[in-house]
Structures are given as C-alpha cells and as structure tokens.
C-alpha cells in the first residue's frame, strides 16, 4: 500500500513538473515571459576614464580582503588561544568527539568577539565612521584602523618572539615604540607567542586528569583487572571533577583574563 502511494506521488510529481516545463517553454517561444528572466553578462571593455579603472581596482582589493577575512580572524585576534586550549581540555578528558567541533569553533568565536569588542569599537570609531563620512581617506582609514589591531597583538606578543623574527628579518633592535615594529613582523611573532601561551595552559589542564589515569591503572593492576581499559573507569571520575570545581566557568574566566 505503502509503495503504490508513493509510486502515485512520483507520478504526479512528474506530469506537474512536465506542465510547468511546457508552459514556460510557450511563453518563451511567444516572447512574452509571464515572469521576468534574469540576463548576466561579465565582459571585459576599454575604460572611459581614470576613475573606472581605480573603482575597478578597489573592487578586486575588496575581493581579496573577503577572501582573507578568515585568516585574519585565525591569525590576529583571540581565537588561536581559545581553540587550542578548547581542543586541549577535550583531550586531557578523553571525551572523543564531545563536545564536537562545530560546538567548540562556535564558543570561540563568540569568545573571540566578547574579547576583541573594545578593538572593534576602536576601529569603528577611529577609522570606519570617519571613512563613510568622507572626513578620511581610504589609505588613511586603513592604517588607522590597523592601529587598535597593532596594539592589541603588541600587549601579547612577548619579547623573545618578537626578538626573533626581527632578527631573522635583520630589522634594527632597540625599537621603543610600537609604530616602529613592521606589521609583517609583529604578525607571525604574535602568533608563535598565542601557541606558546597556549601550549602553556594546555599542560596545566592536563595535569589533574592524568593523575587520575595514573591512580585509576595503578588501582585496576593492583586487583589484576589488567585487560580492563582504565580509560573507561578514569572517564566517569575526570566528568565529576570537572563538574565538582565548576570547570567551564573556571576555564573560560582563566581564558578570558589572560588577554587583559
């Protein structure tokens, strides 16, 4: 009964879908479309002025910000620290795939935005409000609207990353002033400085719960249950800790404040 219903649906599916072709296809061929047809065109002409090729040039420079954007959020901002000490706490668990990853992105974004707010109302104030109301241009509003960046990635950078690659980039030391730092260099040891930072809070998290491995297989050998895995009985106790000392509120408060 079940497949002659849907044999049925199938069938009138098809004759509705056949109509619907038929009937365009004669408004098309009487040339009076009952519903207006879209036309695309993408060509390539001779420019009539200086100004169309400039505007031309900002699209495709706008493309290109678009198509970054992404690295610029993984790279620049909070979110590197937040996702590596996110994906440290699930394995020092040993919860596999809880919580998943598209639940573990989604906390550090919003992270990532609750921290990097200040940063944006600078730039919104500072560079992009000006911009709209013509009181700056356009090479101006971008390196000001760098500066709130520069300044947030200078206060987390530490000396010896940044020692390092202006070394390997045979930049002059001594440099006292932020401005001074080349962003093409203040990038990469920002980032080698958040892993570092990272790296760090992830051994601490790990500390606790492989006590409790060490405590659950030296328990399970000592009453010769050997061939029981100890990641199965540690897992229950590590939840319970993690809930005793109220984990995600302690963690994400850590997180949080060691950007300040």
Do not use: C
Request: hydrophobic share 55%; glycine share 4%.
């Amino acid at each position: 009964m079940t497949d002659n219903r849907y044999n049925i649906k199938k069938t009138f599916l098809v004759i509705l879908g056949t109509l619907i072709f038929l009937i365009i296809s004669t408004e098309i061929s009487h040339g009076q479309p009952s519903f207006p047809i879209p036309s695309v065109e993408i060509g390539v002409g001779e420019a009539q002025s200086p100004d169309e090729v400039a505007s031309s040039i900002q699209i495709l420079f706008l493309i290109t910000i678009l198509s970054i954007a992404p690295a610029i959020l993984i790279t620049m901002t909070s979110f590197t620290r937040i996702i590596i000490v996110l994906s440290f706490l699930r394995n020092a668990i040993a919860t596999q795939q809880t919580p998943p990853n598209q639940i573990l992105v989604g906390l550090a974004l919003f992270l990532t935005l609750f921290i990097m707010t200040p940063v944006v109302n600078d730039i919104n104030e500072q560079a992009v409000q000006p911009f709209l109301n013509e009181e700056i241009g356009q090479d101006e509003a971008l390196e000001t609207a760098l500066e709130p960046l520069r300044d947030f990635m200078y206060r987390q950078t530490r000396e010896s990353e940044l020692a390092l690659f202006m070394d390997i980039g045979d930049v002059a030391m001594g440099i006292e002033n932020i401005s001074e730092v080349p962003t093409t260099i203040l990038i990469p040891a920002f980032i080698i400085s958040e892993l570092k930072t990272a790296f760090i809070m992830g051994f601490i998290l790990f500390v606790p719960f492989v006590v409790i491995d060490m405590v659950v297989a030296s328990t399970l050998m000592s009453m010769g249950m050997m061939m029981l895995p100890p990641v199965m009985i540690s897992l229950p106790f590590k939840l319970l800790l993690f809930i005793m000392v109220d984990g995600w509120n302690l963690l994400i408060g850590q997180v949080v404040n060691s950007f300040n």
